[in-house]
């Protein structure tokens, strides 16, 4: 075993033995995210590095403490990507592959391309009792049974430290295209984003931002298209044709703007994202895409064509976003806590229903049985 990696084993072995609480960390790029963060800090920073890259297999494995802009600088070399577009959170950020996985969140092509999980093949990991363990492989058929490789994502660390991690890429698409349309309402755009979800279009990320303030019933519609480039072609001059039937203004937009816009999106540096107000926190209602629009006290942004809104609202508004979202089909997430030097905020996950919480109980126990791996990250009671 590498001695960087025998450490960190020996550091959890250690910490099992005395009831220690750990904080996995790398770059740090997420600390924002979650319920708290508690424990002495185990630093993967120097675990790093690609180990095997495969563009004809369109396979990558690396460690968890392998920046995201080293890993996605590799696969742009051989004109390959990951699809889902991971937020960095900045272009400074020091996000890594681990952290990419641990928080399972994903950019602007989630709802046409899939999410990290979808790309997750396999990962190495150190569970809490300093056992290292293999799940999954480099090819699909290689996952045989439970995918436990998956369920790492998007749980925050809490089952075990991520060693390493083998992800399917894609190569990138031929061809692409922006459209702009301004001064349409939030349910016509909703309208024609089911519309087109229902066509055979090159569709591949949107967003709806409002223009101003709490009602306001008009603001600007970006779509993008990906795809061959006769198919982009095409559908660029049908939904340019549908957005002018519901609103004045619709243009094509120059590549380097869109993509200026498309990661500012991701990274969460649009001006929405500014909360304007230190008691507010940053909410994200994950709710079906053919849900109308959400009384809201605020204005939304909307993204994954219609399924996932942001809006910014203080933590006593929990009850009635969750509320809201529930009747919709959706959950709300406090995504960004008001008071952001603190370390969390309790209940900003939305409530799971008892049978559900009694598999996370119990996976906790299987992968960590004492519960020293980000304690309390995922739900204050895990």
């Known amino acids: 075993m590498d001695s960087t990696l025998q450490q960190i084993t020996d550091r959890i072995r250690a910490a099992t033995a005395d009831g220690t609480a750990l904080r996995i960390r790398a770059g740090g790029s997420k600390d924002f995210y979650g319920e708290s963060l508690q424990g002495e ?5 120097a675990w790093h590095g690609i180990t095997s890259y495969e563009p004809t297999e369109l396979v990558v494995t690396v460690r968890a403490g392998t920046s995201l802009a080293e890993l996605e600088a590799a696969l742009a070399e051989k004109g390959q990507c990951l699809p889902f577009e991971p937020p960095a959170f900045g272009a400074d950020s020091a996000a890594t592959c681990g952290g990419m996985v641990a928080a399972g969140l994903s950019g602007p092509a989630r709802a046409s391309v899939g999410a990290v999980r979808d790309y997750v093949l396999g990962v190495t990991l150190i569970n809490g009792r300093g056992e290292l363990l293999t799940f999954g492989g480099q090819v699909i058929k290689n996952v045989a049974g439970y995918d436990v490789s998956r369920l790492m994502v998007g749980a925050l660390g809490t089952l075990g430290v991520l060693a390493e991690i083998s992800l399917k890429v894609l190569p990138r698409a031929p061809a692409q295209a922006t459209l702009r349309c301004a001064g349409i309402g939030q349910q016509a755009a909703l ?6 979800g229902g066509q055979p279009l090159p569709l591949n990320a949107s967003c709806w931002l409002p223009d101003g303030v709490a009602g306001a019933p008009r603001g600007i519609l970006w779509v993008r298209l990906r795809g061959a480039v006769a198919a ?8 340019s044709a549908d957005l002018q039937r519901c609103a ?3 243009g094509r937009v120059d590549d380097a703007e869109a993509e200026v816009h498309w990661a500012a999106c991701r990274d969460q540096t649009l001006p929405f994202f500014n909360a304007g107000a230190p008691e507010l926190g940053l909410w ?12 809201t006290p605020k204005p939304v942004l909307i993204e994954w064509h219609g399924a996932q809104r942001w809006l910014w609202a203080p933590a ?3 009850e ?9 089909g959706g959950s709300a997430t406090l995504f960004r806590a008001p008071y952001a030097g603190e370390a969390g905020s309790a209940g900003r996950f939305h409530p799971l229903t008892p049978a559900l919480q009694a598999i996370h109980r119990r996976l906790k126990h299987e992968f960590d049985p004492a519960g020293i791996l980000n304690r309390a990250r995922l739900y204050p009671d895990l």
């Open 191 to 196: 309208d024609l984003l089911n519309r087109w």
């Open 284 to 295: 994200r209602l994950s709710v079906p895409q053919t849900a109308p629009v959400l009384e």
């Open 320 to 328: 009635t976003l969750r509320e809201t979202a529930a009747k919709a």
């Open 316 to 318: 006593s508004a929990r």
């Open 232 to 239: 982009v072609d095409a559908a660029s001059v049908r939904m």
């Open 248 to 250: 004045g203004v619709v």
């Open 41 to 45: 800090l185990l630093d993967l920073g």
